[in-house]
């Protein structure tokens, strides 16, 4: 730019002056000399197009958080920390040259190296034993371990030395922190922190230290788990699945932690860590019931929308599709109050999972109730209208509690009903036994089904350690028939 403006610049002021100088005007001298300076402005500012550009070089190091003397700290139970750094390798340099050349007729084009550093380093944590560490933040933001060549050293008293640290020391000169906690990051790169080594910290959780008796630690102790919520249309699905939002957008169904892998595999990377001792877990799946009444309550799965479908995984349970199931309750901002029914191919993964582990697996059906505030429907436990906002399923019961005044408990309508939440033939008795209220659902959606499907669905994918039937229906198990026996 300053080559042309101081050009026609010195050509102009040539042309004032007028005359010729060795035969040349002084218009074409002034636009040489205007052309020649503006020429070597715009080198100093913008480059000659031909010098050598390094990008990224620099002189020295600092490692953040590499104290001498500094103490060592102790851990209880989970907490995030820095630590400091105990070893460090020496930079590695690398440098990749583009750039250069210049086409015939074309303006030289400048030649750029650009320089990239990496580091191995060893950063102490607290001292003692640790069960493992969980997430991990780099100058505060939260990055996958995936990302990171990492290994955890976890302070035994007698873990080896790091292989990284042997084999830059030497044999025999490494040490192996033992009673320390520490972590190794190998051939960290440097480029996405600025070439530096960033201020990381890192989620550690330490169990109470192993005793004898009856004071042993928990982590210790802790033989089985539920893995709840048990609703969540991909909660259980090890496969990460995607699902459409809009034109040319998805979004991750069971994907909500930086470590890019599905929730239930984060989740048992974490039960493993911190709960070593445990070998089995309740595998906890929901279907829906609508009414307190057992001879009016349907159970069936349902989803959470009907937009769209997943990608990797289609949502289907018992036979139903995402477009043939109903939608699970909505809030008053059409928001559903609980997840959906798992898919089934997800409950076959989660028990496929648990087993790969070595946790057996203890099959779950479970009910949860979506009744939600301002029904009509009559509450059996007051004989009012309008049943309680998402009641506890152990208050499934007769048309009228026991103890009510009318109730069908201790008669035969009292088993029809029973029968009718089971799905028993005698369904078609109900109506016919004297009972308060008429069913008129479809025979097919009762708690009989329910137990089948999963039962015949725990076979396909391999068997279960066992299989939990009636949790918590108190209810139904207080219900007297005609004999003063119990139907349930």
């Known amino acids: 730019m300053a080559t042309i403006v101081l050009s026609a610049a010195g050509m102009a002021l040539g042309g004032a002056v007028g005359g010729s100088v060795l035969g040349l005007s002084t218009a074409v001298i002034g636009r040489a000399l205007g052309a020649s300076l503006g020429q070597a402005l715009d080198q100093r500012l913008l480059g000659s197009g031909s010098e050598a550009v390094e990008v990224g070089r620099i002189d020295r190091f600092r490692l953040t958080g590499a104290s001498e003397g500094a103490p060592v700290a102790q851990v209880f139970g989970k907490v995030r920390i820095g630590g400091q750094v105990i070893w460090a390798s020496e930079f590695s340099e690398t440098s990749h040259t583009s750039g250069g050349g210049g086409g015939k007729g074309a303006p030289q084009q ?37 990302d990171l060549d990492l290994r955890v050293h976890t302070g035994t008293e007698d873990q080896l030395p790091d292989p990284a640290i042997a084999a830059a020391l030497g044999a025999g000169r490494a040490p192996g922190y033992r009673g320390t906690a520490y972590v190794v990051i190998e051939d960290l790169p440097l480029g996405r922190f600025g070439n530096r080594v960033p201020q990381f910290t890192f989620e550690v959780h330490r169990p109470a230290q192993a005793a004898e008796g009856p004071l042993a630690d928990m982590a210790s102790t802790v033989r ?32 909500n932690t930086v470590a890019g892998k599905a929730d239930i595999s984060v989740a048992l990377d974490a039960l493993e860590s911190e709960l070593p001792a445990c070998g089995s877990a309740s595998l906890v799946v929901s279907w829906f019931g609508d009414d307190l009444r057992a001879g009016q309550c349907l159970l069936k799965p349902k989803g959470e929308q009907e ?6 995984m289609a949502w289907r349970v018992c036979g139903l599709s995402r477009w043939q199931a109903e939608r699970v309750a909505r809030d008053a901002e059409d928001r559903p109050i609980y997840g959906g029914t798992p898919a089934d191919a997800s409950v076959v993964q989660a028990i496929s999972a ?5 946790i057996d697996p203890v099959f779950y059906p479970f009910i949860l109730m979506e009744q939600t505030g301002g029904n009509t429907l009559i509450d059996p436990w007051t004989g009012d209208e309008g049943q ?7 208050r499934i019961t007769t048309s ?14 009292a088993e029809a009903e029973v029968a009718a939440f089971f799905g028993s033939a005698a369904r078609e008795d109900f109506a016919a036994s004297g009972g308060t209220v008429t069913y008129s659902g479809p025979p097919e959606w009762s708690y009989r089904r329910f137990i089948l499907h999963y039962a015949h669905l725990c076979a396909a994918a391999g068997g279960v350690g066992a299989f939990c039937i009636g949790s918590e229906m108190r209810g139904l198990t207080q219900i007297r028939g005609a004999a003063g026996s119990y139907p349930c």
Request: aromatic share 6%.
């Open 354 to 358: 648990l087993k790969d582990r070595g």
């Open 224 to 255: 089985a788990v539920a893995l709840m919520p048990g609703s969540g249309e991909y909660a259980l699905a090890t496969t990460p699945v995607s699902i459409s939002s809009g034109y040319a957008q998805s979004r991750m169904a069971n994907v």
């Open 307 to 312: 937009s769209a479908d997943g990608r990797e």
């Open 388 to 394: 309680p906002p998402l009641p506890w399923r152990g």
């Open 110 to 146: 400048p030649q750029t190296t650009e320089y990239r550093y990496s580091v191995s380093l060893a950063i102490a944590l607290c001292e003692g034993a640790i069960g493992g560490i969980g997430r991990i933040w780099a100058d505060g933001e939260e990055i996958a371990p995936g």
């Open 400 to 413: 009228l509690a026991p103890g009510m005044e009318d109730s069908s408990d201790g008669t035969a309508a």
